[in-house]
């Protein structure tokens, strides 16, 4: 006989999972048949926000089940191992975390996040922290670049406490993964938001790229105005997993008004000529950034299979 209880992967280590299950977190150990279930293209089992059972009778209690997910976000592990990595389920919504200044804002770091969440359907929006740093109107011109994806902007000073409320009323009801460079101000933003959580705050370091992070693991936080946020360590680079070529263009959603002019229905905007999208970017349409992010994901990204060369079903011959 065993006692099954349901709960709630709210952390992550190495080998054992802490779940919450309404009365209490439990660690809990993931059973091995969850890793044989795994396809080879899978490199976790469980992830933070994940619902679960645990087997109580155990000692370790065992996470013996991953409960079916609404949604996640994945990307491919590491540029060594090609599986995909879940690294958070069943979320709301992703907010980007970028900071205008110190580390200054990454174009390609935004748009690889923004795709990936257009990817797994996972609402979005832009969060540009430490405009107390910024220099001349480079919010604007960010602001500018996005709200034509569309993807919504806000603005804050985590130190000052500028723009916290507008974070807070989006936060409010919802699960959402704070995702960011290290560095760029997501703990002083979660102490603005809530006081007494007291996380720690990296010291300053002049090394933004070589500095050590203080979140090395994923965790959910609750927040006592009725908010969930998930906060993710530091991640160098999302890579999306397996993305064709034809779906990488939709993830660019502004990109798509001008498709409809590109000589050929299957353009990638890339090589081919008469290409709409390459014309927009001409005119100062299209944001120069945007369109080299999407180059380097179409380099990663995987080719569509040619139709000639399509296995058809059916008799031949
Ligand atoms: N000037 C300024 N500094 C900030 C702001 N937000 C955070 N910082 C500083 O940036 C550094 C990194 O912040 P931290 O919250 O640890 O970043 P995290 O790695 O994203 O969690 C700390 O020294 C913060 O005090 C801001 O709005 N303005
Ligand atoms: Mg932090
Ligand atoms: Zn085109």
């Not at 879940?86 to 907010?95: H, K, M, P, S």
């Not at 927009?280 to 995987?302: H, M, W």
Request: aromatic fraction near 6%.
């Amino acid at each position: 006989m065993s006692r099954l209880l349901k709960g709630r992967v709210v952390r992550l280590d190495a080998k054992v999972c802490h779940v919450d299950t309404g009365d209490g977190v439990h660690l809990a150990a993931p059973r091995g048949a969850l890793f044989e279930q795994l396809d080879t293209q899978m490199k976790n089992p469980v992830a933070v926000g994940d619902w679960v059972l645990l087997d109580m009778e155990g000692d370790p209690v065992s996470l013996v089940e991953v409960l079916e997910r609404q949604n996640y976000l994945g990307r491919t592990a590491s540029s060594h191992d090609p599986r995909e990595q879940v690294l958070v389920a069943n979320v709301d919504q992703l907010l980007v975390i970028a900071s205008l200044a110190k580390p200054r804002f990454s174009s390609v770091r935004t748009d690889r996040i923004l795709a990936a969440c257009a990817w797994h359907q996972i609402p979005a929006a832009l969060v540009l922290n430490k405009t107390d740093l910024a220099k001349g109107d480079v919010a604007a011109e960010i602001r500018a670049t996005y709200e034509q994806v569309p993807v919504e902007v806000l603005e804050t000073c985590a130190t000052l406490e500028g723009g916290i409320d507008e974070i807070r009323e989006r936060l409010r009801g919802k699960v959402t993964v704070m995702y960011g460079a290290s560095g760029v101000g997501k703990s002083t933003l979660l102490n603005a938001l809530q006081p007494d959580l007291d996380l720690r705050v990296r010291k300053i370091s002049k090394y933004w790229n070589a500095g050590k992070h203080t979140t090395t693991f994923s965790r959910m936080i609750d927040l006592d105005f009725d908010a969930q946020v998930i906060d993710t360590p530091g991640i160098r680079v999302f890579r999306i997993h397996r993305v064709h070529h034809s779906e990488l263009k939709g993830l660019f959603n502004e990109f798509a008004r001008y498709e409809d002019g590109c000589r050929f229905p299957n353009c990638v905007h890339d090589h081919e000529p008469d290409c709409a999208v390459v014309a927009a970017l001409e005119s100062g349409e299209i944001p120069p950034t945007r369109y080299a992010s999407y180059l380097e994901l179409l380099l990663e990204a995987v080719p569509d299979v040619p139709f000639d060369d399509e296995v058809v079903g059916g008799e031949e011959g």
